[in-house]
């Protein structure tokens, strides 16, 4: 298949004087050889939609420093399902075919899921669009390439699908974008390094891509969507290397990376707690307080000036399933994590997260350890805080 895009990889060479804004991209799961399906652990465990007191239940679980959402926050589309209430949990319809190891992004008021693959591990090109306000999933143009373990971001209209892994697990540097109102796919040009199971966050029109299954290492790279060209930035910091399945979001103009696997690309493979933040401005990286434990295979995204981090998978971890329930969260103001109600149902396997009208959308995922597990479930949390400055400001860079 010809490509359409061109490939203009170039080096750092001081800042990138870059404003912030609040996005993200995240990460995924990994594989398995063997089938470890199990029925999804009991919606008991965390808090659910609609509580009989008609608000949310915080009771032994530490308090987030931060600042009151204000009355009138929005929570859910206009027209859309009722929210759960603030710091609680719902569920909205089901995914139409199963998935996991795919990603998820948002695009004009709406979500997106695509590639990965379903407990077969046939891999897949399918997309699958939800409208809040409708409640509702439908099918878009499916991908060119199968690909499970891609990064993706939205953006003026358009949904960028970076890298990935075909068939076997090969990484590779294949970059398109969904047109979605032509409902038709472009290729861009490719990644200066192959890589699945990274993950992405935007500043602008600038697309950040951090690490990667082995041998993508902790190469970071930046795509700049005007230009359709690639720049390659400092390295993730080396403490971990080959660093894969982790998470990253952009807050107040700066890139967040969270946890991960690291020492290979397997769901067994060592798990890290590290919190690394990235300034475009300078080009440095530095380091922030670790998550409260190490995971890998996780998910996220940025709400109201917060990185919410959840789910993900390991190897005798000692939950149920081999899969974290953990929903925890950083505030970069104060620099602090705090742990919030578990997943209901505990997931891993999905690269992104989608934060729209105040509800966090968690589509799909695998419900027990290994690539054999991939479901419909699809969760919403609402959350209860916001970890912007009071006065209204950009966060301090």
């Known amino acids: 298949m010809p490509r359409v895009g061109r490939l203009q990889v170039r080096r750092l060479q001081g800042g990138l004087p870059l404003a912030g804004v609040l996005l993200l991209g995240a990460c995924g799961s990994d594989d398995a050889d063997v089938d470890t399906r199990v029925e999804p652990s009991s919606p008991s465990r965390g808090q659910s939609e609609e509580p009989a007191s008609g608000e949310a239940s915080n009771e032994g679980t530490p308090s987030l420093p931060g600042v009151a959402l204000p009355e009138g926050t929005p929570a859910g589309a206009p027209g859309g399902p009722p929210p759960p209430a603030p710091g609680a949990y719902g569920e909205r319809a089901a995914l139409l075919a199963p998935n996991s190891e795919m990603a998820v992004a948002e695009v004009d008021g709406k979500v997106y899921v695509l590639g990965g693959y379903p407990s077969s591990r046939d891999v897949q090109t399918t997309v699958q669009i939800y409208d809040p306000v409708a409640d509702a999933w439908r099918f878009a143009a499916p991908m060119l390439v199968p690909t499970h373990h891609p990064v993706a971001v939205g953006f003026e209209g358009k949904l960028f699908s970076l890298g990935g892994q075909l068939q076997g697990d090969v990484n590779t540097e294949r970059a398109f974008a969904l047109d979605t109102v032509t409902d038709a796919w472009t290729e861009l040009a490719p990644l200066p390094t192959p890589r699945g199971g990274g993950a992405a966050a935007r500043i602008d029109d600038r697309i950040y891509v951090v690490g990667g299954r082995p041998p993508a290492g902790n190469a970071f790279e930046v795509y700049d969507v005007s230009d359709d060209a ?168």
């Not at 493979?269 to 933040?277: A, E, K, R």
């Not at 027990?368 to 009071?390: K, L, M």
């Open 230 to 397: 690639w720049t390659v930035l400092p390295s993730l910091p080396l403490a971990f290397d080959e660093r894969n399945h982790l998470i990253a979001a952009a807050i107040g103009g700066k890139i967040y990376v969270a946890g991960g696997r690291y020492d290979g690309g397997g769901f067994a493979s060592p798990m890290t707690d590290s919190l690394d933040v990235f300034d475009p401005a300078v080009g440095t990286w530095s380091s922030a307080a670790p998550m409260l434990r190490p995971r890998g295979g996780i998910n996220g995204v940025a709400a109201f000036g917060c990185f919410h981090v959840w789910g993900g998978e390991g190897s005798g971890i000692g939950e149920p399933n081999d899969v974290f329930p953990d929903h925890d969260v950083y505030d970069p103001l104060t620099n602090t994590w705090a742990a919030l109600p578990p997943l209901p149902v505990p997931v891993h396997g999905v690269t992104g997260g989608v934060f729209l009208d105040g509800l966090i959308y968690m589509p799909g995922g695998g419900t027990s350890s290994g690539g054999n597990s991939g479901s419909v479930i699809h969760q919403v949390f609402r959350p209860d805080r916001t970890c912007e400055a009071n006065d209204g400001q950009a966060l301090p860079r």
